[in-house]
């Protein structure tokens, strides 16, 4: 198949997500155009059946805010003529859900282009629920050749919050196990843990459903108990809060900001627990990550992170904002290395099984076909 893509391409799940499954469907051998404002943060420009297709805007004076939508929906338009595209494929639904709209409408007349939207979280939780963009998110939504959701929360949520009544399939995201697996040596942590210290990692974009400085107070905890450091990866507006904390809690020492990582699966196995404190998360990838690399996730109940993580059987699951309980969780699993190894072992495994390419991407292709075939 010819399929276009567009998500949000610099940071942030649905950005990586779409980008991982433009790949796994490059290796497949689909076809894959990517239509986005820049290059994916993670996408292999050099790899077969790759396209990529950037979106222009102009910026007249007399623009206060650029048309991004209007620029996006002609490029995919352009794309979907030139290049012949069966479906395209958008992540986030605002605004690429109305561009794709938009697009299918001015390719009317020389082909049909059915388009999907992928719900990944805040497009519904948190930015669709503002009163300036509802209307227009469940329109678009709504007008969607196919509809797909992150986790059965986020399926629930949709319908609850936006009234949807069209068929949304879950497909939850996936990791490729291949690329992201254990290193039970962890001989690249020394550069972070020079004296043996064990890692926390937190992999986010620092917004503030993030709760990046939860993560600062738990190291401060921790650090009463167990010889341990804190790797920050990732960047955004909690970063410069959550160094302050680091100071003001005088573990600023202990905490590692790295910044914008292109390569986590690279880093992820170092570490022995993920943080993952997020006010909201609709599935939390980073947590699938982090189990796929035998890291464990200390998380919080909230969302979809229940249908990735078993409280007590592969990561722990704590309330948002309980930092007692979730350091305690983590000296738990740095101070006992038998528990560390059973969580590790049953997180990897459920990766696997559950949530590898191999079980995912057939989901997304098959969704392809019925959504090419209901259009004919
Ligand atoms: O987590 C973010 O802030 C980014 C956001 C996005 O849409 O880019 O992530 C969402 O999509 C990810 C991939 O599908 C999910 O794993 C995250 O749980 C979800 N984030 C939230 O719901 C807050």
């Known amino acids: 198949m010819k399929v276009g893509i567009t998500c949000y391409p610099t940071y942030g799940g649905s950005g990586i997500v779409a980008t991982e499954l433009g790949m796994e469907l490059a290796a497949r051998g689909h076809d894959v155009h990517f239509i986005t404002y820049a ?4 996408l292999d420009l050099d790899s077969p059946r790759i396209h990529y297709h950037e979106v222009e805007v102009s910026n007249y004076p007399l ?28 992540h986030y639904a605002i605004p690429h859900s109305i561009a794709a709209m938009l697009a299918q409408q001015m390719v009317a007349k020389v082909r049909r282009l059915p388009y999907i939207t ?18 227009i998110t469940k329109f678009s939504i709504e007008q969607s050749n196919g509809i797909t959701a992150i986790s059965d929360y986020l399926r629930a949520e949709t319908v609850e919050v936006f009234g949807v009544q069209n068929e949304i399939r879950v497909i939850k995201n996936f990791v490729n196990c291949d690329l992201y697996h254990p290193d039970n040596e962890k001989k690249g942590a020394a550069q972070y843990a020079p004296n043996g210290e064990k890692l926390l990692l937190h992999l986010s974009n620092f917004r503030p459903v993030k709760r990046p400085l939860d993560c600062i107070r738990i190291l401060a905890e921790v650090r009463k108990h167990v010889p341990a450091r804190l790797l920050m990866a990732g960047d955004g507006p909690e970063r410069g809060p959550a160094e302050q904390l680091a100071r003001k809690l005088k573990v600023e020492q202990d905490v590692l900001f790295l910044g914008k990582q292109s390569h986590v699966e690279r880093l992820i196995p170092l570490a022995h627990v993920l943080l993952m404190p ?10 699938l990550e982090a189990m796929a690399c035998s890291v464990v996730p200390v998380a919080t109940r909230v969302g979809g992170v229940g249908e990735l993580v078993t409280d007590g059987e592969d990561g722990y699951l ?15 699993l740095l101070s006992d290395d038998a528990l560390h190894w059973r969580l590790a072992k049953a997180g990897r495994w459920n990766a696997g099984e559950r949530f590898c390419t191999d079980r995912i991407i057939p989901q997304y292709e098959q969704h392809y076909r019925d959504v090419v075939d209901a259009a004919v």
């Open 278 to 287: 997020s006010e909201m998360e609709s599935f939390g990838l980073a947590a």
């Open 39 to 42: 290059n994916p943060i993670r």
């Open 318 to 332: 704590e309330a948002v904002g309980d930092i007692e309980a979730q350091a305690a969780r983590v000296v738990a």
């Open 63 to 90: 623009f206060q805010y650029p048309p991004y939508c209007l620029a996006l929906a002609s490029r995919m338009a352009e794309v979907a003529e030139s290049y012949q595209l069966d479906v395209l494929h958008v």
């Open 118 to 135: 992928t719900l990944h979280g805040t497009d519904i939780t948190l930015v669709g629920v503002d009163p300036s963009y509802f209307p």
